[in-house]
């Protein structure tokens, strides 16, 4: 193992997407499972808390910084398995080449690239997705009708406070929209750490696979310009097995999409868009866009947040949720 490099008061601003936030008391970045219990002992010994991150993409840091070490799971290594045995001890019986098996921290974007080279079909739709495979898997990210899950076949985690490290089925991982047992946690205290992720995909046309993929990395970068300071998507959509039949009355039915009410639309229906608070404002063109034009805070965010959800609640009786995780 490389020796870590743990930094101090590092700014958060730079580690986030949506580019807010004060500063870390302490910073490491690991790749795998020994560097990130040489950084929990670390984190231990001198006696302060961590908390995970990865590709910074769908997280609001506060303002007043972080009271801890910052552990960022980024980078490591992805192997079209050939062995899947010596990577799982033994505890895969099936295996074929049409299998990805990736470290946490690489890039979501790159595991899509390596699929679509090898003509596996699956992930293609999940193009333009910033982030890690870990931090996909965490949230069950998805677009336009798929999610990760759909690919993923097992997921290594770790239990912190045990350091268990163990392969868990898709089954387990409880998977739902924008949902997951990583999100949940197995209890209230027990959050398990994921390691590295097994994605099962099918044999795919790569000259189609490679269109597709292009094709929504350009729809995409009409909404998030590249270099938009902004989390993706700011609240979930609703779905509508949650809603009121008194709600649902309210609603459009024709804006409905696979069973969910989007957000983006309620939004707009409460005058969300061009709406501001301090330097975070409501993109003119879509009403779950959450936008900092550099000078935006955790505070004004919040703010913004509340009198939004507020408006959607009086007017639909709906209560929205974030997609994005506040630190
Ligand atoms: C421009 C833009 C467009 C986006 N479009 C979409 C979209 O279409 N669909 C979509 O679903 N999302 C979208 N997002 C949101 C975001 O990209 C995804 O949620 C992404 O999967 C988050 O990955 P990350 O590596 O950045 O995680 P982070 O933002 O760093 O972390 C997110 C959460 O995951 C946890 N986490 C990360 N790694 C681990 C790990 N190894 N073990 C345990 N917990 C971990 C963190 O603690 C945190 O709570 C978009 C974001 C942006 C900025």
Redesign the pocket.
């Known amino acids: 193992m490389n020796k870590l490099e743990i930094r101090e008061h590092v700014s958060l601003s730079s580690l986030?997407?949506?580019g807010m936030g004060g500063r870390a008391q302490f910073f490491v970045e690991v790749r795998t499972f020994e560097e990130f219990v040489f950084a929990v002992e670390w984190a231990r010994k001198k006696n302060v808390s961590y908390?995970?991150?990865?590709?910074?993409?769908?997280?609001i840091f506060p303002d007043e910084g972080l009271d801890c070490l910052l552990i960022?799971?980024f980078g490591g290594n992805m192997v079209v398995s050939t062995n899947t045995e010596s990577v799982t001890n033994k505890r895969i019986s099936e295996f074929t080449d049409r299998t990805i098996i990736a470290d946490?921290?690489v890039l979501?974007g790159d595991v899509i690239k390596k699929a679509v080279s090898l003509e596996l079909r699956g992930l293609e739709t999940?193009s333009?997705?910033?982030?890690?495979?870990?931090?996909?898997?965490?949230?069950?990210?998805?677009?336009y009708g798929h999610?990760?899950s759909k690919a993923v076949e097992k997921v290594e985690i770790l239990i912190p406070q045990t350091f268990e490290r163990k392969w868990i089925l898709k089954a387990q991982c409880k998977f739902g929209y924008?949902e997951s047992v990583?999100?949940r946690g197995f209890t209230q205290t027990i959050?398990?750490?994921?390691?590295r992720v097994i994605l099962k995909l099918e044999k795919g046309n790569q000259e189609e696979l490679e269109k597709k993929s292009q094709e929504i990395i350009s729809l995409?970068e009409k909404k998030?310009k590249p270099g938009?300071k902004?989390?993706?998507?700011f609240f979930k959509n609703v779905l509508v097995k949650d809603v009121s039949k008194k709600s649902f009355a309210l609603v459009d039915s024709s804006k409905i999409i696979d069973g969910k009410i989007p957000a983006g639309w309620l939004l707009e229906r409460v005058g969300a868009k061009g709406m501001r608070e301090g330097g975070i404002y409501i993109a003119d063109f879509h009403g779950n866009l959450f936008v900092n034009d550099g000078q935006g805070t955790a505070a004004n965010v919040k703010m913004l947040a509340r009198i939004l959800k507020k408006k959607v609640l009086d007017r639909f009786g709906i209560e929205l949720e974030e997609?994005?995780?506040y630190?």
């Open positions: 986030s997407t949506f908390r995970v991150m990865a590709g910074g993409s769908n997280i960022r799971f946490a921290g979501l999940l333009g997705i910033p982030g890690t495979i870990g931090g996909a898997v965490y949230g069950n990210a998805g677009a999610s990760i924008r990583f999100k959050s398990p750490i994921i390691l995409r998030y938009l902004c989390p993706g998507s997609e994005v995780r630190f």
